[in-house]
């Protein structure tokens, strides 16, 4: 259905008179006729104006007609200018995930900053696995995320951000507790906390005699989860220095020669709003900024 020839039937339904209606519309008379006539052929051949003497008025079927497209056109007149309006008005919503560990420091601080600048801007935050956030991004569920690998995955686009460290939660009786700096060979045969591990996957690998994974006993998908488990003397956690507060009933032990890149993962040539755009570039420049000396 052509909105011109609604538009043209609703103002000339209203005066009932040709040569009014096309003045109004600022076009010619048998541009208005023949819009008409294309519209009561596209309704079956239905006539929705009726001569009398010189002038026109509307059928039953017209008058019908009138109140129904009069209608639908305000709710078309309502929904473009909230469209309009919504450019600077409506809220904007940044769906951002996240590996556990990372939302300390500058990019909490980045978030806060962001909210502040601008009243329309919403986050909405996921902390999952690496590949689990990737899969989110490329099913345009998440607008970004920040994760802790890549892939060869063409449909994905990764920019390097900073390296993080590494501690040893451990509770507060280890034996280990009391050092200062940790390898990870100490730490090698000790029962094992580890984030958003798939058990499931070794049991092929138990079967055949390999024992990499033996000392895993228990996987998490939060910080806060791992260390209320090492608290409770279940095993230690490698976790990033940064990865939640400090606790007493926790020892946390930096963790020698131990670092991981973080990768800002975007889906490949995905158009972002402005606003959403804005804030990618500005984390990746202050995150790169803060930790420029450690760039891999």
Known sequence: MNYNYLRYFSVLAQVEHYTLAAARLGISQPSLSSAIHHLETELGGIKLFEKVGRNIRLT??????????????????TASMTLRDSKVSAPVVIRM????????????????????????????????SAEELMDLV??????????????????LHFRKLCQRDFCV?????????????????????????????????????????????????????????????????????VLSDQASPEREDVHRIPLSNWHQALYM????????????????EGLVKDLREQTKDQIL
């Open 169 to 237: 939660a451990l509770p507060k009786n280890h034996p280990l507790s009391q050092c200062d700096t940790l390898f990870p060979q100490q730490i090698a045969h000790e029962p094992q906390v580890v984030f958003n591990y798939d058990m499931e996957n070794t049991f092929g690998q138990w079967a055949s005699g390999s024992t990499a994974d033996e000392r895993i006993i228990c996987t998490v998908n939060t910080a806060q989860a791992a260390l209320d488990l090492v608290a409770s003397g279940v095993g230690v956690c």
């Open 265 to 280: 993962c975007i889906l490949y040539d995905k158009w972002l709003e402005p606003p959403v755009w804005n804030f990618v």
């Open 138 to 155: 490329r099913q345009e569920k998440l607008d970004m995320a920040i994760v802790d690998t890549t892939n060869r995955d063409r449909t």
């Open 97 to 128: 995930g996240l590996v556990s560990g990372t939302l300390q420091g500058t990019v909490a601080q980045k978030i806060n900053e962001y909210i502040r600048q601008n009243e329309r801007i919403r986050f909405r935050l996921t902390e999952s």
């Open 60 to 77: 039953e079927e017209g008058r019908y007609y009138q109140e129904k497209v009069d209608a639908a056109l305000s709710e078309l007149n």
